[in-house]
């Protein structure tokens, strides 16, 4: 059997058609080899931008596309590959010089502006701009499909349609099997991903800190005059620390076990922990960091002496299940009562039209006094829990959690809210769509 050239080993690895022992191999090498990195950074460029304009001749001339010829079997076969999209790009090609002289091909290869990186808001971001956030965040999605949510201070720079330099900040990245190959340089390095969920922060005088939520990257340490001098992977739950001083790339502590800090034992793959709630998201601006299956949770604030008596929902026992038939039932804290709160966080990306649940479960230290899960209640808990922002607590509008409706009608599906017997561990299913986002706040005992 004749071996791949490394050409078609990245497209190989693109098309997800290697096999296991062949994907390990080759990023073994793309951690020892800078060259073959920037490869597969181009290899897979090219590929979506063949893609996109192949797809594009066919709707401009009205030709067919695969779905119209094939039978529905068809359609679940393995995207074509660069090489085969060539075919059909080069035939476009030749009829439109023969029926025009090249006139239509003038600037076809001309950036769109559908490629190029803009903000939530629409906005289009220049590339090689220094572009500086001195509060709140920003959320830039890039031609791949990968989405950037930037928090400040910080101070960054979009250089290509698949690559970012941080200069200073912290952001956490989702990037699809689309975007493989998304760079991020810093003052001390770089990180490539590889079809992950991960975060890179970085400060200009300091080092450069990567955390892998899923998937897997690669960080590499770069010398001032920008040439990678050594290179490591790291896998999904993973964090390392690019120290440019000690010229090294080391472990840093499982970040899983960051949430100890705040009362939180552990938590299922489902769930992502983040110590900072971005500003976007606190203030009711939904759609801005969106994940098909993982759900966040954040702290919001610790160690709340009650003002007033507090109305949560606790889980019935399984005797009170049976007899009163509820999912939940309302308990008034008494006032005077030191509690934590964080905010449990859910908005999947999937196409308009369609739900998509996530299952997921946490474990705290210390005993979950209840829930708060409607979202007039989440409005009106704003001023307790709500962390200091300069837009006014009456502009932010909670859409909360739908549990209760499954009574009247046990054949819907709702999303679900369960408290251990205990009550330090709380489970959930929660069913949202593209346009909607699940959240509640979870009370929990303070610390002494």
């Given amino acids: 059997m004749n071996e791949l050239n490394d050409d078609q080993l990245l497209q190989a690895y693109l098309d997800r058609s290697l096999s296991a022992q062949g994907t390990a191999r080759l990023e073994e090498r793309l ?19 063949l893609r996109e304009w192949a797809a594009d001749q066919d709707h401009v001339f009205g030709l067919p596309t695969e779905t119209e010829f094939l ?58 701009i220094r572009q500086v956030l001195a509060e709140g965040s920003a959320e830039l999605h890039f031609p791949t499909g990968a989405t950037v ?57 300091e080092d450069t800190r990567v955390e892998v939520f899923r998937g897997k990257v690669i960080a590499s340490l770069v010398d001032p005059a920008g040439v990678v001098s050594s290179s490591r992977q790291l896998d999904e739950h993973q964090s390392a620390k690019i120290d440019s001083r000690q010229k090294r790339i080391e472990d840093t502590p499982d970040f899983r076990t960051r949430g100890e800090q705040y009362g939180i034992k552990g938590y299922s793959n489902s769930v992502i922990f983040q110590e900072e709630l971005p500003e976007a998201l606190a203030t009711g601006k939904y759609q801005v960091f969106e994940h098909d299956d993982l759900a966040f949770i954040f702290p919001e604030r610790s160690q709340v002496k009650l003002p007033r008596d507090l109305s949560v929902l606790v889980s019935p026992t399984p005797e009170e299940q049976l007899t009163e038939n509820k999912l939940h039932y309302p308990i008034l804290l008494p006032a005077g009562t030191k509690v934590d709160c964080f905010r449990v966080y859910y908005d999947p990306a999937l196409q308009e039209g369609t739900f998509l649940p996530v299952q997921g479960e946490i474990t705290f230290e210390r005993p979950v006094l209840g829930v708060i899960l409607e979202k007039k209640k989440l409005n009106r808990t704003d001023v307790l829990f709500h962390p200091p922002v300069k837009q006014s607590a009456g502009d932010i509008y909670h859409q909360g959690t739908e549990v209760d409706r499954g009574i009247v009608d046990p ?38």
């Fill in 31 to 49: 951690c020892r080899e800078p060259e073959l990195a920037e490869q597969l950074i181009e290899f897979a460029s090219d590929d979506l931008v």
């Fill in 71 to 128: 039978p529905e079997t068809d359609n679940l076969q393995p995207r074509p590959t660069v090489r085969r999209l060539w075919y059909p790009v080069v035939a476009v090609a030749a009829l439109l010089l023969l029926l025009t002289g090249g006139y239509l091909l003038k600037g076809t290869f001309q950036l769109k502006e559908a490629e190029t990186v803009v903000l939530s808001s629409g906005e289009r971001v220049q590339n090689h």
């Fill in 149 to 205: 949510l930037i928090s400040a201070p910080a101070a960054y720079e979009v250089t290509g349609k698949n690559s970012i330099h941080l200069q200073e900040g912290k952001f956490i990245a989702n990037v699809p099997s689309t975007g493989i190959g998304f760079q991020v340089d810093t003052p001390h390095g770089r990180v490539i991903d590889l079809g992950t969920l991960f975060s890179v922060q970085t400060a200009e005088t």
């Fill in 411 to 448: 054949k819907a599906r709702y999303d679900q809210v369960m408290l251990s017997a205990d009550r330090k561990t709380l489970s959930f299913v929660l069913l949202s769509g593209e346009k909607y986002v699940d959240e509640f706040r979870v009370i929990v005992e303070s610390a002494n």
